[in-house]
């Protein structure tokens, strides 16, 4: 009976891709206008081997002033995660909500 107990264990969580881009400055910090935010976020999971899988969380942050870039920011975060004996209908939660947490 053990052998069917679901399974859910971290096994890392890393740093996996951070990138800055400054592309208009020094001109553009001068810029008296507030800027524009957009800010996106995505999950996306993937098996690593039988029984594991990696969880990445991107965060996109771009800021701008008229059309001209302040700054661009991609992080992406990454966690290897144990997953098994679970019903192929909790996957999809499991890895899209609980793993990113």
């Not at 976020?41 to 002033?65: F, H, M, R, S, W």
Request: glycine share 4%; proline share 8%.
């Amino acid at each position: 009976m053990a052998d069917q107990d679901p399974i859910f264990q971290i096994q890392r969580v890393y740093l996996k891709e951070a990138s800055l881009e400054q592309p208009n400055s020094p001109a553009v910090l001068l810029e008296q206008e507030q800027p524009s935010v957009d800010i996106q976020l995505g999950v996306e999971a993937n098996p690593a081997a039988d029984g594991v899988y990696e969880v990445c969380v991107t965060a996109t942050v771009q800021t701008k002033i008229k059309d001209k870039t302040v700054f661009l920011v991609e992080c992406k975060q990454a966690g290897i995660f144990e997953i098994r004996n679970l019903p192929e209908d909790q996957m999809g939660p499991i890895m899209g909500i609980a793993c990113p947490q």
